[in-house]
């Protein structure tokens, strides 16, 4: 065999080995596809953690001066979520929507900030962003944008209202 034929033959034994390689990893790591059920459990989740920041957003009990998240912020208007991280002047640095919404419990409602990882936190942070869903992430963006009511999912009347 002359020196180019063995090249071109080691070249194409390389490659099959390679692709035969990759069809076996890629049959051992593929995992299949989640059934309907197990997507809408895990839509069900999700709109579970709305539900639950919906109605901490509504109830004066984050602070004790009366005021919930949702009389400044109606629907979680004016949250702008879909802006952090950006620096913001109260906080004196970037900072994260969950170190805002720390400011805005310690501060205008004289409350005890949530632990950034509590599911409250979690919740509220899911609340603000489902009712922003479809706006456009622009971090800094210093701009009100009107938030859509939750209208569907766990909890909420209309279950089929396709508001998802
Ligand atoms: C008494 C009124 C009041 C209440 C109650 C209040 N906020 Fe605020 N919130 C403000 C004001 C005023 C600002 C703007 C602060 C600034 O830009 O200096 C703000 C800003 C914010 C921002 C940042 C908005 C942006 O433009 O990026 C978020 C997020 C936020 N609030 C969330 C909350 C959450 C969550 C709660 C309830 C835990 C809450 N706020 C309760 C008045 C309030």
């Known amino acids: 065999m002359n020196n180019r034929r063995f090249k071109t033959l080691t070249t194409a034994v390389v ?8 069809f076996v990893v890629s049959n ?16 069900n989740m999700l709109m579970a953690a709305v539900k639950r920041g919906d109605d901490l957003w509504h109830n004066p009990k984050l602070g004790t001066n009366g005021l919930a998240c949702g009389n400044c912020h109606p ?18 640095k970037v900072g994260t929507l969950r170190e805002m919404i720390n400011w805005c ?32 992430i622009a971090p800094a963006k210093d701009e009100q944008h009107g938030a859509v009511p939750v209208v569907s999912g766990p909890g909420y009347p209309n279950a089929d209202s396709g508001n998802r």
Not at 15 to 22: D, H, N, S, W, Y
Not at 75 to 92: C, E, I, M, R, V
Not at 106 to 130: H, N, Q, R
């Open 75 to 92: 629907d979680g208007s004016a949250s702008n979520p879909h802006t952090w991280p950006k620096y913001q002047t109260n906080l004196g």
């Open 15 to 22: 490659a099959v080995c390679t692709l035969a390689t990759m």
């Open 105 to 136: 419990i310690s501060v205008p409602m004289l409350g005890k900030p949530l632990a950034p990882d509590s599911d409250d936190m979690i919740a509220m942070e899911a609340y603000a962003m489902y009712t922003h869903r479809g706006v456009a």
């Open 28 to 43: 051992v790591q593929a995992k299949k596809p989640f059934s309907g059920a197990e997507a809408e459990d895990q839509v």
